[in-house]
């Protein structure tokens, strides 16, 4: 099985998976955010180096993809290859950072990838608003995030919504992060789990 999570910079992605590694016993896999060899660049210079970190981030992403199809075990993931395509690359295009050529290469790379992968068994959505995000950005220090624009979180909110609700077709489960401290509190991070365990085993059903 195959769960993704979903959710802008900062909306808690990686805290839910560890938890939920805890939880289910799921074997977790994270995107190589502290690795990325274009990251650090392309806040620094985001026209300049968004084909390069686009490009890497796709590649990733399939390549993570293609394990997962052959686990034999429940793999949790940590944002998926949809949002990757439909929410930052589209964002980085529409706001002049991603040349129309490049955009076309990209585009043209990531259909062909969808000849062989398929959506997650479900995908959960933390949605959050962006002082939330912004709170969490700054909790956790990382350096190179500390100048993202504002602008720039609230467009990538835009499109999550816009992905979440009226282009993804898979199974999805949405959860309104910022009145929860699911990290913190284990009655918050129980009520996720039975929203879980009601979508993918018809548990707990009202």
Request: aromatic share 14%; charged share 25%; hydrophobic share 40%.
């Amino acid at each position: 099985m195959h769960i993704a999570i979903a959710g802008n910079i900062g909306s808690g992605k990686t805290t839910l998976t560890n938890l939920l590694v805890r939880h289910y016993g799921w074997e977790p896999r994270f995107e190589a955010v502290d690795y990325n060899p274009y990251l650090e660049d392309y806040y620094a210079d985001i026209a300049r180096w968004s084909f390069a970190l686009e490009i890497y981030f796709l590649k990733q992403r399939f390549r993570d993809l293609l394990d997962i199809a052959k686990a034999q075990n429940t793999i949790i993931q940590d944002r998926s290859i949809y949002e990757g395509v439909y929410v930052f690359t589209a964002n980085n295009h529409a706001m002049g950072n991603l040349s129309d050529r490049d955009f076309q290469t990209y585009m043209e790379l990531f259909e062909s990838m969808l000849y062989v992968i398929k959506n997650p068994d479900l995908m959960i959505y933390l949605r959050a608003s962006v002082p939330h995000l912004v709170q969490n950005i700054q909790k956790r220090g990382r350096d190179y995030e500390q100048t993202i624009p504002l602008d720039y979180l609230r467009n990538l909110n835009e499109r999550y919504e816009d992905f979440i609700f009226n282009k993804y077709k898979g199974r999805l489960l949405v959860i309104d992060a910022d009145p929860i401290d699911f990290e913190h509190n284990p009655k918050e991070f129980a009520s996720i789990i039975d929203k879980i365990d009601r979508t993918l085993f018809g548990l707990f059903k009202d």
